[in-house]
């Protein structure tokens, strides 16, 4: 019988991706995750021995803890941190049952750039529609929840890279970004390692309005709309920004479970 207390693999991996997801802290050894150096999507490492850095980084806020196996240190975390009124539950299994269950993807931990005052720091063109809306929504869902974009003139994202330790993306020239036929968001699926069925769908999408291939998917022509609309509608980067991680959050749901309803009138009106 499950612990009231403990989440499966398949109940966790149904909530990845998600914004009401859970925060997910990874609290294994280092020695241990040396051993097998991957994330669950959108872990973020923390000492076990800094339970109250950990209470100030989570804020109240819901999580799942893991460890390698799931047994003394996450069970143990998520223990004290339910003492303490936060809703915490322990991994079944930790890494190594996320590991071995067919379909769960994991963050290749090397990918992801070094923290800047805690967070990932990015930097891309002003005036984004699809690839610059497109990646930090991958990134603040399934890398880094507390990732940080900052949107600057073309010609200034190298020396804003360079001045503060962003990482550049979507620009000709840098490692994140378009490669052949194929754009940012691919790009950042192969290196992050991200593969599945639901992202590779989406990426078709995002691909085919990105780089004006609309035959790759019918939905890539709406894509294409409702971001040009939403960069007409905001004059904030940032509050455009907010507004098309939702439009992603939809979307990737389409994408995950929702390809095969359709909609008619009358509703009873056979197809």
């Given at each position: 019988?499950?612990?009231?207390?403990?989440?499966?693999?398949?109940?966790?991996?149904?909530?990845i991706g998600l914004p009401d997801a859970p925060l997910i802290v990874d609290i294994?050894?280092?020695?241990?995750?040396?051993?097998?150096?991957?994330?669950?999507?959108?872990?973020?490492?923390?000492?076990?021995?800094?339970?109250?850095?950990?209470?100030?980084?989570?804020?109240?806020?819901?999580?799942?803890?893991?460890?390698?196996?799931?047994?003394?240190?996450?069970?143990?975390?998520?223990?004290?941190?339910?003492?303490?009124?936060?809703?915490?539950?322990?991994?079944?299994?930790?890494?190594?049952?996320?590991?071995?269950?067919?379909?769960?993807?994991?963050?290749?931990?090397?990918?992801?750039?070094?923290?800047?005052?805690?967070?990932?720091?990015?930097?891309?063109?002003?005036?984004?529609?699809?690839?610059?809306?497109?990646?930090?929504?991958?990134?603040?869902?399934?890398?880094?929840?507390?990732?940080?974009?900052?949107?600057?003139?073309?010609?200034?994202?190298?020396?804003?890279?360079?001045?503060?330790?962003?990482?550049?993306?979507?620009?000709?020239?840098?490692?994140?970004?378009?490669?052949?036929?194929?754009?940012?968001?691919?790009?950042?699926?192969?290196?992050?390692?991200?593969?599945?069925?639901?992202?590779?769908?989406?990426?078709?999408?995002?691909?085919?309005?990105?780089?004006?291939?609309?035959?790759?998917?019918?939905?890539?022509?709406?894509?294409?709309?409702?971001?040009?609309g939403l960069s007409r509608q905001y004059r904030s980067d940032d509050a455009q920004?907010?507004?098309?991680?939702?439009?992603?959050?939809?979307?990737?749901?389409?994408?995950?479970?929702?390809?095969?309803?359709?909609?008619?009138?009358?509703?009873?009106?056979?197809?």
């Amino acid at each position: 019988m499950a612990a009231p207390n403990e989440i499966t693999v398949p109940q966790l991996l149904r909530l990845i991706g998600l914004p009401d997801a859970p925060l997910i802290v990874d609290i294994s050894i280092d020695t241990d995750f040396a051993d097998d150096p991957f994330l669950i999507p959108a872990a973020f490492r923390h000492p076990h021995t800094d339970l109250n850095g950990l209470k100030t980084r989570l804020a109240g806020r819901p999580c799942v803890v893991t460890c390698q196996k799931g047994i003394k240190l996450s069970q143990g975390m998520a223990a004290r941190l339910r003492c303490d009124g936060i809703h915490a539950e322990y991994l079944q299994g930790g890494n190594y049952g996320w590991r071995d269950h067919a379909g769960a993807p994991r963050v290749t931990a090397s990918a992801i750039p070094p923290l800047v005052d805690g967070a990932t720091l990015w930097v891309t063109r002003h005036r984004p529609k699809i690839d610059r809306i497109a990646c930090p929504w991958l990134i603040r869902r399934f890398v880094d929840r507390d990732a940080r974009v900052l949107f600057v003139s073309p010609t200034e994202v190298a020396g804003v890279a360079e001045r503060y330790g962003a990482t550049p993306f979507d620009m000709e020239g840098v490692f994140w970004s378009h490669r052949e036929d194929h754009c940012t968001f691919d790009t950042m699926l192969t290196e992050f390692g991200l593969q599945t069925p639901a992202l590779a769908q989406l990426a078709t999408v995002i691909r085919a309005a990105d780089t004006n291939a609309h035959d790759l998917a019918p939905q890539a022509a709406g894509l294409l709309a409702l971001s040009v609309g939403l960069s007409r509608q905001y004059r904030s980067d940032d509050a455009q920004l907010e507004a098309g991680l939702s439009m992603y959050d939809a979307l990737y749901r389409w994408a995950r479970d929702g390809q095969d309803e359709g909609h008619d009138w009358p509703a009873e009106r056979k197809s």
